[in-house]
C-alpha cells in the first residue's frame, strides 16, 4: 500500500504547479483525499480535503479559487491544482487518504505520501 506524490517544484510567484499522487494498493474512490503542507518550522497543516461525495473542504479561506483537488479513478491518482501561487504557499506538500473523514490536522487519515517540495520564489 502506498501513496506517491511528484509534481513539486520551483516556481514565480503567479504561476502554477499541479501536484500528483497515484496510489497503489487500494482503491482510492473508497477515500477521502487530502492535500496537507508543512512549511520550515511549521506544523503540517491542511490544505484541502475531498470527501466521497465529491464535497472539497477549504481549510483556509486564502486557497479558495487557487487550489483544486480532483480525483482520476482510471488511473488511481489524486490531483492539486495549485494556481497564483505565493510565496507563503512554499512547503513540503503531503497527500493523503482516510477510510473515515476529513481532519485539518490529517487525524484519521489511513495512507500517507512521501511529501513533494513546492518553493514559490517573489
Known amino acids: 500500500v502506498q501513496l506517491q506524490a511528484s509534481g513539486g517544484g520551483l516556481v514565480q510567484a503567479g504561476g502554477s504547479l499541479r501536484l500528483s499522487c497515484a496510489a497503489s494498493?487500494?482503491?482510492?474512490?473508497?477515500?477521502?483525499l487530502g492535500w496537507f503542507r508543512q512549511a520550515p518550522g511549521m506544523e503540517r497543516e491542511g490544505v484541502l480535503c475531498?470527501?466521497?461525495?465529491?464535497?472539497?473542504?477549504y481549510y483556509s479561506d486564502s486557497l479558495k479559487g487557487r487550489f483544486t483537488i480532483s480525483r482520476d479513478n482510471a488511473s488511481n491518482s489524486v490531483y492539486l491544482q495549485m494556481n497564483s501561487l505565493k510565496p507563503e504557499d512554499t512547503a513540503v506538500y503531503y497527500c493523503?487518504?482516510?477510510?473515515?473523514?476529513?481532519?485539518?490536522?490529517?487525524?484519521?487519515?489511513?495512507?500517507w505520501g512521501k511529501g513533494t517540495q513546492v518553493t514559490v520564489s517573489s
Open positions: 475531498s470527501e466521497s461525495g465529491g464535497v472539497t473542504i
Open positions: 494498493g487500494f482503491t482510492l474512490d473508497d477515500y477521502v
Open positions: 493523503a487518504a482516510g477510510s473515515l473523514w476529513c481532519a485539518a490536522t490529517g487525524m484519521g487519515m489511513d495512507y
